[in-house]
């Protein structure tokens, strides 16, 4: 595709409930991040896959937070009995190498996620 | 811990003139990059910088690095009404793949 795409675009829960988001990232790329944005804040990082493998999650804030990419494409980021601080946007961006660190990172349009 | 810290967090300037946002960070890095973001929008690249002393351009948009002092500027020249948005400069964290953010600079520019 063109470029990283996310759904849904806009999510609302009920406090307790189970979200599951989705990111579809440029094809090819191997390396997949997530990332949470909080109001008014910068984003902060949560994990990184390369392929399907999950290298980094110690931005994860609780085990309630889940992610993952089986086929090393199409990723997916569960929370589980969300809570209303975990409103934010969820931004996906994906890399072209392996080693992320040196090739930039290109984002998607976002979830915004709202607990109630 | 690796942090980085962008000022102003508020600009509200005049077309026309000239004004500097500056992003320092706390620890060893060497890629910066700034990045733009519309409200309700995803993250637009703007610039990547990838050694000391490296300085793009693109529009009236300059940004800088000094890897020595741990500083970025990000340069806007004879603003206009469309460089209305926040920027963000975010560091590449040594030997890992997790981009640090700032806290964005929320830059307003009116008539």
């Known amino acids: 595709g063109a470029g990283v795409s996310q759904s849904p675009r806009y999510k609302v829960a009920k406090r307790g409930q189970d979200v599951a988001l989705r990111c579809d990232p440029i094809s090819g790329h191997v390396s997949l991040f997530w990332y949470q944005q909080a109001l008014g804040q910068g984003p902060e990082f949560l994990t990184y896959?390369?392929?399907?493998?999950?290298?980094?999650k110690s931005g994860l804030p609780s085990d309630r937070f889940f992610a993952e990419r089986p086929e090393g494409s199409v990723s997916t980021l569960k929370i589980q009995r969300t809570q209303q601080e975990d409103s934010a946007v969820y931004l996906c961006?994906?890399?072209?190498?392996?080693?992320?660190?040196?090739?930039?990172?290109?984002f998607g349009p976002g979830t915004r996620l709202t607990v109630l | 811990e690796l942090k980085v810290e962008q000022n102003p967090l508020f600009l509200s300037m005049q077309e026309g003139k000239n004004y500097t946002i500056y992003c320092n960070y706390s620890t060893t890095s060497d890629r910066l990059y700034w990045y733009r973001q519309d409200p309700g929008k995803s993250l637009e690249s703007l610039f990547v910088l990838l050694s000391n002393g490296a300085v793009k351009q693109e529009g009236r948009l300059m940004a800088s690095l000094d890897t020595k002092a741990r500083l970025s500027t990000l340069h806007i020249t004879a603003a206009v009404h469309d460089l209305s948005a926040t920027y963000f400069c975010a560091v590449i964290r040594l030997n890992t793949d997790k981009l640090i953010f700032g806290t964005g600079t929320r830059l307003q520019v009116f008539p």
């Open positions: 896959f390369q392929n399907e493998a999950q290298l980094d």
């Open positions: 961006a994906s890399s072209s190498t392996d080693r992320g660190a040196y090739n930039e990172q290109f």
